[in-house]
């Protein structure tokens, strides 16, 4: 079989590729404490599974509109303006099968071949898989550790070209937990005001933040229009397997990411929206219990991880991931960090995520989910400080 040639420009998730390692460890009877995957441990809000459950009873069972059904849109145009003090049509929404499409969706409607897109490195790795296999060129913009894994405005100045046609940005991120400022934003929707250039904004974690309030770029003036805010589900209400997404974008740019999910999964499933639309006007109180015990856990592993040699980790003002530099064991080790993270998983246990996983610029760096209980992180760290005293 002879696949197209456009194949081999797409790339993949990494945390899958450690998870299958990891339980195939665990079928041999090792046993692995789960730091690689993105996903909260957390049940979804009873509220939430009770409605979609009645909806399946009731019949909902059938094809509902492409972009999503006009009760969840009018929904989620709700919520976002008011968060961000700015009012949304229902045809500005649409819903997915959980976010990635809309990452999808909005790049092939409006990115050609020979286009540039900037993107965050290290950042969530589909960004970069997309943009390259639609013929674009994916241009990194590098995150820094001394900014708190933010950027420097002026790298970004010097990126952005008269081909470029997009920036993605993401706050709170994946993998660093960094949060971007307002003067971040200032300076981006200076640079952009008077450029044909959209800003895909990556919003998933707004509601996974432990100090400050949540800002959008969309909320800037004159950038609603300028602006693709990408959100979910999964992380907020713990729904990963639900698969249940949105963009917020200009309704004639709505219309084209409808049209795509036509032509590639024709609708969103139609009971499942149900429980997005009472996780959204139900009570907020078990997602917020979760959010205050992710803030305990980060505290946890990231003193745990600073008391290691070796390590050192900075304290992730949202998302559910620390980033900590280990410059100095690769140094030690002659590993890179991908050969650490697998020397962690083998010898301790600990199924971890290389930096590289997430673009070049997270080589000295690894990811940990801290999605996962107190105890287990504990002994992750446990784990990691003895394996370390044997290399």
């Known amino acids: 079989m002879k696949l197209a040639e456009r194949m081999s420009r797409l790339g993949t998730e990494t945390a899958f590729e450690v998870l299958a390692k990891a339980k195939a460890l665990e079928a041999k009877g090792k046993n692995i404490v789960h730091l690689e995957l993105g996903e909260p441990d957390f049940l979804t809000p009873k509220n939430i599974s009770d409605a979609a459950i009645q909806a399946l009873c009731n019949g909902q069972t059938h094809y509902g509109p492409a972009p999503g059904s006009l009760e969840l849109r ?5 919520v976002t303006g008011r968060s961000r003090s700015l009012e949304f049509t229902p045809d500005q929404v649409v819903v997915t099968p959980g976010a990635k499409p809309i990452i999808f969706f909005s790049i092939l409607a409006l990115v050609n ?13 589909i960004y970069e898989s997309v943009i ?5 060129k994916a241009v990194p913009l590098p995150l820094k550790e001394e900014k708190e894994f933010s950027f420097d405005i002026n790298d970004l100045k010097q990126l952005i070209t008269g081909k470029t046609k997009m920036i993605i940005l993401n706050s709170p991120q994946n993998p660093t937990g960094g949060v971007l400022s307002k ?5 981006i929707v200076g640079l952009v005001k008077d450029r044909d250039i959209m800003i895909l ?10 100090e400050g309030e949540h800002l959008s770029i969309a909320s800037f003036p004159g950038m609603q229009e300028k602006t693709i805010i990408l959100h979910g589900f999964s992380k907020t209400y713990a729904m990963t397997g639900w698969r249940l997404g949105y963009g917020v974008m200009p309704a004639e740019l709505a219309e084209k990411v409808a049209q795509l999910q036509v032509n590639s999964n024709s609708c ?7 429980g997005g639309i009472a996780a959204l006007t139900g009570p907020q109180d078990e997602s917020q219990a979760m959010v205050a015990e992710f803030k305990r856990r980060r505290d946890v592993i990231v003193d745990g991880l600073n008391a290691i040699d070796g390590i050192t980790c900075l304290r992730p003002r949202g998302a559910f991931y620390v ?10 080790t002659g590993m890179d960090t991908r050969q650490l993270a697998g020397y962690f998983l083998n010898e301790a246990g600990v199924a971890a995520l290389s930096g590289t996983a997430f673009g070049g610029y997270g080589e000295g760096y690894l990811r940990f989910s801290y999605a996962n209980s107190v105890e287990n992180i504990q002994e992750a760290l446990r784990r990691m400080a003895t394996s370390i005293k044997k290399l």
């Open 132 to 136: 390259e296999f639609v013929g674009a």
């Open 268 to 274: 969103p499933n139609s009971f499942i929206q149900y």
């Open 201 to 210: 904004s990556d919003e998933v974690y707004e509601f996974i933040l432990y």
């Open 74 to 78: 009018s929904v989620i145009a709700k």
């Open 113 to 125: 071949e020979g286009d540039e897109v900037i993107y965050p490195n290290p950042g969530f790795p």
């Open 183 to 187: 003067s971040d934003l200032e300076g």
């Open 323 to 332: 980033f900590p530099n280990v410059t100095e064991l690769v140094k030690k």
